[in-house]
């Protein structure tokens, strides 16, 4: 517990590196006065104008130009002190009015690293956010890095950007709609946005979303025709996508609108941010729902067909998937809101990493889960052997797997552990091993062997539950207080039920043998026997010896085995269950009646 505490300790502190700045603040007055401070001299100095990175540069002059205070504005372009304080209000001002215009196409939000984005042909310590065109006039918007004594390494609007600024601005004032318009709706701004364009947006928002209704309408007419073939799920199921496909058709048929209308760059520039919010949020809820019903629909299928294990599996796995487009579309978001993502990901990977050490067993347990259900070694209902312990099993969680012991008690062995552990499943056995060993009396005539050797092959053979090709009875041991006959069959069945009433038969009929033969079995050289022993029964032992002699005289001695001819023959000639068996009985049929 206090490994997972630390871990979760150590992730937090990562993610902090990328909050904004005001929350970061916030943190730091949380935190202990008493944290040693760093030497102030150590640390490079800071912009107050916010210009350390591409995109706070340029928003930081559309800020001061959208307030009006342009002399602050002037301090985002490359100029010298004298050019600046001349003609730094009017260039900013141009410029403001060219970058507000549809003459500039680009953007302005995501170069939020300090050095600068790479891009093919700009060289290093510039960054070019875009171009503005209008008439036969055209210039880069660039932005060059250089150094300030009193800020450090700062961005600044090139001056190469600046010398056409005169220019553009010339060709755009000639080309503005709000010319034609009345100027109660031109001089009236909200937010930096006339009023005609308020009214622009308002009337787009229905209209955009009637075009997105279409676009689905005419979408809908091929699954329909799908649906007419294989049923009605498919139209089910694309009803569930309808409102985010409806969300993510009418925005972006609304952002293309919008572009043609000509709002200020600022302004622009917030409206996308937030209509990219609501494009991350309807595919996250498209994907979310594709995701779901395509695995449902495999899992359906899995268990259709017996495949528990892969159901379970793919439960699983629609369970991570959607964790994880939940954190895709999270850090997509934050990415749109300009976070330093690469910050983020380095924060969450030193924060996932730590909770890993926090939590191993339970991504050991997770991960042996995922082996036990995709290898299907077992499933729910199968008598299995795990390790000493053997049971029914009940449930297989994602991190630990139930049996039902013989003992009626409820055993939990975690995944991590069924992983690696010899198993065995005895309900996918498709015979059962019946193996003993019979001692007879040290003082048996070889040719008493032989009798038992042979009628119990028989006996085997003939057995309809006992698989023929594996029987193995052979004398395999002279002791010092018996002779050792080993017996090993197979017998057809997977019931253990049902395989112990074939054992009992089988032993039961081998007691037989071996009162026919008049022997008996050897007992233990500890045993003080207090009772006169009987011995060996002349009259059957000699019977035995005497047909041994008759089969060697016919040289039909089955010695090492019977012939294939007589296996064959011997093939199910045994009843079972016996004729006096209560199995047998018909219904209706008294014991009476049926003797």
Known sequence: MISF??????????????????????????????????????NPPVDPLNRATPSGSVLGFLQAAQSGDYSIAAQYLQMNAARRQAEGEQIATQLKAVMDSPAFTGRVGGFTQAEGTPQEGVALGRQKLG?????????????????????????????????????????????????????????????????????ALLIAAPATAGIGWLILVFLEIPVRWWARRRGQVEIANWRTVSPPAWLLTGTLAHQIFVRYLGIALLPRHYYFQFTSILLILSATWIVWHAVRWSLRRVRNRALARGHAGTGSLMLLGERILKALIFVVGVLAVLGSLGFNMSTALAGLGIGGLAIGFGAQK?????????????????????VC????????????????????????????????????????????????????????????????????????????????????????????????????????????????????????????????????????????SQTLYLSRDGGVEKEKADNAVRKIAELREGKQLPFPDFHEEDISSFKGSIEYPQPESAVRKQPGQSAKTRS
């Open 5 to 42: 505490v630390k871990a979760s300790l150590v992730f937090v502190l990562s993610l902090a590196a990328f909050l904004p700045p005001s929350v970061q603040t916030m943190f730091s007055q949380v935190l202990p006065s008493s944290m040693p401070a760093t030497s102030s001299t150590a």
């Open 131 to 199: 171009t503005m065109s209008s008439g036969d006039v055209e210039a880069d918007l660039d932005l060059v890095r250089v150094s300030d004594p009193s800020a450090g390494k700062i961005w600044l609007i090139s001056s190469d950007t600046l010398a056409k600024v005169p220019e553009l601005y010339d060709q755009v004032e000639a080309r503005r709609v709000e010319r034609k318009l009345p100027s109660a709706l031109v001089k009236h701004q909200i937010a930096g946005v006339p009023l005609w364009q308020w009214l």
């Open 362 to 382: 339970t991504i050991e347990n997770l991960f042996g889960g995922v082996s036990v259900l995709g290898d299907e070694v077992f499933r729910v209902g199968d």
């Open 385 to 524: 052997r795990f390790g000493d312990r053997t049971g029914v099993v009940e449930d297989i969680g994602l991190r630990s797997t139930r049996i039902r012991t013989e003992e009626r008690t409820l055993l939990a062995i975690p995944n991590g552990t069924v992983a690696t552990i010899n198993l065995e499943n005895l309900t996918r056995r498709d015979k059962i091993l019946f193996k003993t060993t019979l001692g007879l009396r040290p003082e048996s005539k070889p040719d008493h062997v032989r009798f038992v050797l042979s009628d119990i092959r028989r006996l085997l053979y003939s057995h309809p539950k006992v698989e023929t090709k594996t029987v193995r009875v052979r004398f395999t041991d002279i002791a010092a207080g018996s002779l050792n006959i080993e017996l090993l069959a197979y017998i057809l069945t997977r019931d253990f039920n049902e395989f112990a009433a074939v054992r009992e038969d089988l032993l039961l009929r081998i007691m037989d043998v071996m009162e026919d033969s008049g022997g008996s079995l050897a007992l233990p």
